[in-house]
C-alpha cells in the first residue's frame, strides 16, 4: 500500500484550480493525470527577456519586453488572423496577432491608446514586425517582466503555457514533506537540493543541481526495483529443469554452433537446473544466432518434461520463428504450435487444449499466449523475443504464469550501451553473443543523395534482374502510423509501376493475413522487393535479400538504423546498403550516416548512438521512449546510474544483513529503508515493493 504520505501528489489533477472538462484532454495527452506528474513535468527549456524601448533595438526571433500603444484593431474576415496594431515610443509600428479564440481576449487585453507592457517573441511579418501570441500583456508591471526567466514547457492544443505554469504553481505549493531518501554523504558531496527544494528550483530556472537529484531519485527508485525483484526471485520456488539432451541430439541444425551460442547454451542450462527461476538476458547483434540458444533451452524443458513459450514481437515475427523450429525440430517429434492473436475457432481451441493437457511442448506466438483463458499444464519456461520494449513489471506478469515461477530467458537484439543494460535488465544475468557465425561478410553500406533516386531504381532494378532480393524501407513520419503507411503506398505504387509483380509490401496497417502472404511470397523468392515500413526491423530473416535501400535514413536513429540493415548480409552472397539522405541534414544526421559506413560493430553504434543524443539535447527533453525513466536525461543516465546502482546495492545489503532471519519483508528496513519505499512509490516502481510484501 502506498504510505499516505504521497497522498497528495496522487490526487487527481482536476481537484486543482481552473482545471474543468477542457483541460482534461491535453493533460491526459501528456500523462498529466496526478499532482506526482504534474510537479515531474519540467520545463524543457527557459527563456529569458531582454527589456528594449524601441522595436528598431530587437532583431527577429528575440525575446523582448516593451512598452506598446495599441492603435488599430483588425480583424480579418473568415478565419485569418486578428491583428492590433501597436507602436512604441518613437512611432515604430509592429502587429500583435492573434488567433483563433485568442482573439477574443486581445480585445479586451489591447485597448486603444493606452500604454501595455508586451513580451513576445519579435518576428519579421512581410515588411514589419510582430509578435504572434504575446505571453503576456500587462498594463503595470513591466519590471516584472523584465526580470521574469520563464519556463517553457512541452504543451498538448487545448493548455497554454500561462495554465500550465499555474498548475504547477498550485502542485508546488501541496508538495508533501517525505522523508530523506539519499545518503546524506552523498547530498552533501553533490550538494544536492531537498527533494521538494529540488523540485521548486527545476521549475524556476536552469539548476543543475536539482535536476541532477531529481534524476538521481528516479534512477536509485529503478535501481532499487530491479535488484528487489532480483533478491526476490532468488528466493522464489520454481522447478529444476534438467534434460538429458535426448531431444536436442536428434535436432538438425544446418550448421555448427559458434562458441558463443555454446557457452550461453550451457549457461541457461545451468540456470535451468536450479530450482531458483532463472532470469537470464540473451544479448547479441542482430544474425548472432539467438534463435537456436532459444530453440535449445525450450528444448531443455521439454525434455524434462515441462512445456516452454516463445513469445515474439510481432505475428509476422512469431509465424517465422515457427516455420524455422518446426522445420528443425522435425525429427525430435516434439510438438510445436502457433497461436496468435488472430487464430480463431477450431484451430485455437485446439491449440489451447493441447497447452491445457500437455500435448503441446512449445507454443509460439504473440502476446495472445499470455492471455487469462490461455492455461499451462506445467509452463517451464517463458523465452521472450527482441523484447527491449518491454518494462520489467511486463515481464513479471508473463512469469505469474505458471503454477510455480516458470524460467525467464529475454533475447534482445539492441546492443544496448552497458548502462542502460543496467537500467533496462538490472535484476536479470547477462549472457552475451558476442561472436557473429562465421564467413558473414560486411555490409557495403554508402550514402546515398535522395536526389539520385533514379540511379538508386535503376540498380535495384538490375540487382533484380539479377535474381537477387532487396528490401526498400520507408521513412518514419513523425511516429505517425497512418503518414508512415502513406509513404509506403506511394513508394511501393511507383516502384510496382516499373518492376510489377515483382514487388511486395508490409507495414504496420495491412490485415495480417495481407503481411503473412507479402512476407510469405518474399521469402519464399517469389516477390524479389519488399516495400516495407519498420515492421521489418526486428528479427526477419531472409538470407537470400542482399540489398537494403533506406530513405531519408538521417531520420532514423542509429540503433534502429542498425537493426534495420542487419536485414541483409545473412548469407554466403556480399550484401550492399544504400542509405539515401534528404539535403536538409543536421550535423547530427551527418555524423550518424558517416559512422554507420564506417562500422558494423552494434555496440559501437549503440554507444555512439547515445552519445550523440545525449549530446546536443535540451535540459529535461523527454527521451525516446527506449529509456524506462521519464526524468533522467541520456546524459544523466550515463553519469549518474552507476552511482545510484551502488547506492541501492547497499541499501539492500544492509537490509539483508540485518535481517537476519531471510524474511522478505526485512528489507528495506530502519529510516532511510522506509524513505526508499516511499521513492519506490514515488515513482511508480511498486513491483519491487510487491515483492517485499508478498514474500
Ligand atoms: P538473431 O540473433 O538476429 O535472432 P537468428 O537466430 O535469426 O539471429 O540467426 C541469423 C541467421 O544466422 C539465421 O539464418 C540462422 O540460421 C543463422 N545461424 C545461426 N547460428 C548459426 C551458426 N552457428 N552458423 C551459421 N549460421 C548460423
Ligand atoms: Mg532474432
Not at 364 to 371: D, E, L, S, V
Request: proline content about 4%; some cysteine; glycine content about 10%.
Amino acid at each position: 500500500m502506498r504510505p499516505d504520505i504521497l497522498n497528495p501528489l496522487f490526487t487527481p489533477t482536476d481537484t486543482l484550480e481552473g482545471v474543468g472538462p477542457k483541460l482534461a484532454k491535453p493533460l491526459n495527452k501528456l500523462g498529466l493525470n496526478r499532482l506526482r506528474d504534474v510537479a515531474y513535468h519540467l520545463p524543457e527549456r527557459f527563456v529569458t527577456r531582454r527589456a528594449v524601448a524601441n522595436l528598431d533595438d530587437a532583431g527577429a526571433g528575440e525575446q523582448v519586453v516593451i512598452a506598446l500603444v495599441p492603435t488599430e484593431h483588425q480583424a480579418s474576415r473568415g478565419r485569418g488572423p486578428y491583428r492590433v496594431l501597436a507602436q512604441d515610443d518613437a512611432g515604430n509600428i509592429c502587429a500583435l496577432t492573434y488567433f483563433g479564440r485568442a482573439s477574443y481576449s486581445a480585445r479586451k487585453l489591447l485597448p486603444v491608446g493606452e500604454k501595455r507592457w508586451v513580451a513576445g517573441r519579435i518576428d519579421q511579418y512581410g515588411q514589419m514586425l510582430q509578435i504572434v501570441h504575446p505571453d503576456h500583456v500587462v498594463a503595470e508591471g513591466g519590471d516584472t517582466l523584465r526580470r521574469l526567466c520563464e519556463p517553457v514547457y512541452r504543451l498538448a492544443e487545448g493548455l497554454t503555457q500561462p495554465k500550465l505554469a499555474s498548475l504547477v504553481a498550485q502542485t508546488l505549493e501541496k508538495l508533501p514533506s517525505l522523508p530523506e531518501w539519499i545518503a546524506p554523504s552523498l547530498l552533501d558531496r553533490m550538494q544536492w537540493p531537498a527533494w521538494s527544494d529540488a523540485l521548486e528550483l527545476a521549475h524556476r530556472g536552469e539548476h543543475a543541481a536539482a535536476r541532477d537529484r531529481l534524476a538521481y531519485d528516479e534512477l536509485l527508485a529503478n535501481s532499487l526495483a530491479l535488484l528487489l525483484v532480483r533478491a526476490d526471485n532468488r528466493r522464489k520456488k520454481g522447478r529444476s529443469l534438467a534434460g538429458d539432451g535426448r531431444l536436442r541430439d536428434r535436432v538438425e541444425l544446418p550448421f555448427p554452433l559458434t562458441g558463443a551460442q555454446t557457452r550461453s547454451i550451457g549457461e541457461i542450462e545451468a540456470d535451468l537446473a536450479q530450482e531458483a527461476p532463472m532470469l537470464r538476458l540473451l544479448q547479441g547483434d542482430v544474425g548472432a544466432g539467438k534463435t537456436v540458444v532459444a530453440l535449445a533451452a525450450m528444448l531443455i524443458a521439454a525434455e524434462a518434461g515441462a512445456q516452454a513459450a516463445l513469445l515474439a514481437p510481432t505475428e509476422i515475427l512469431a509465424r517465422q520463428h515457427f516455420e524455422t523450429l518446426r522445420r528443425m525440430t522435425a525429427p525430435t517429434g516434439v510438438q510445436i504450435a502457433l497461436l496468435t492473436g488472430r487464430d480463431k475457432g477450431r484451430s485455437r481451441e485446439g491449440t489451447l487444449l493441447g497447452l491445457m493437457d500437455g500435448s503441446i511442448d512449445i507454443v509460439i506466438g504473440t502476446h495472445a499466449i499470455f492471455q487469462d483463458n490461455v492455461n499451462y499444464r506445467d509452463l517451464g519456461l517463458v523465452v521472450i523475443d527482441e523484447q527491449h520494449r518491454f518494462g520489467v513489471s511486463q515481464r513479471l506478469a508473463l512469469s505469474g504464469k505458471g503454477r510455480r515461477t516458470p524460467h525467464t530467458l529475454a533475447m534482445t537484439a539492441t546492443p544496448i550501451p552497458r548502462t542502460l543494460t543496467l537500467a533496462q535488465y538490472g535484476e536479470m544475468d547477462v549472457s552475451r553473443l558476442d561472436e557473429l557465425p562465421p564467413g558473414r561478410q560486411a555490409i557495403d553500406t554508402r550514402v546515398v543523395a535522395l536526389d539520385r533516386m533514379d540511379s538508386v531504381v535503376a540498380g535495384v532494378g538490375r540487382h533484380i534482374a539479377g535474381g537477387q532480393q532487396a528490401y526498400w524501407v520507408c521513412p518514419m513520419v513523425h511516429d505517425d502510423e497512418t503518414s508512415e503507411m502513406a509513404a509506403a503506398e506511394a513508394r511501393y505504387a511507383a516502384l510496382r509501376e516499373i518492376f510489377g509483380a515483382d514487388v511486395v509490401m508490409v507495414h504496420g496497417q495491412m490485415k495480417s493475413e495481407d503481411k503473412d502472404a507479402a512476407m510469405e511470397c518474399f521469402a519464399a523468392g517469389e516477390a524479389k522487393l519488399l516495400v516495407a515500413t519498420t515492421v521489418i526491423e526486428v528479427g526477419v530473416d531472409v538470407p537470400s535479400a542482399t540489398l537494403m535501400v533506406i530513405e531519408q535514413a538521417e531520420r532514423f536513429g542509429l540503433a534502429q538504423l542498425h537493426q534495420l540493415r542487419g536485414r541483409v548480409g545473412r548469407g554466403a552472397e556480399k550484401s550492399t546498403c544504400l542509405l539515401l539522405r534528404g539535403d536538409m541534414l543536421s550535423e547530427t544526421a551527418r555524423d550518424r550516416l558517416t559512422l554507420m559506413r564506417e562500422t558494423q560493430d552494434g555496440f559501437l553504434l549503440a554507444e555512439e548512438d547515445l552519445r550523440l543524443r545525449g549530446g546536443g539535447e535540451l535540459l529535461g527533453t523527454r527521451q525516446s521512449g527506449d529509456t524506462p525513466f521519464n526524468v533522467a536525461t541520456l546524459e544523466q543516465i550515463q553519469r549518474l546510474l552507476p552511482v545510484a546502482h551502488d547506492d541501492a546495492r547497499m541499501l539492500l545489503d544492509r537490509a539483508e544483513a540485518e535481517g537476519a532471519d531471510g524474511k522478505p519483508g526485512a528489507a528495506l528496513a530502519g529510516e532511510r529503508g522506509d524513505a526508499a519505499r516511499t521513492l519506490l512509490y514515488l515513482f511508480e516502481r511498486d513491483f519491487g515493493v510487491r515483492t517485499l510484501r508478498g514474500g
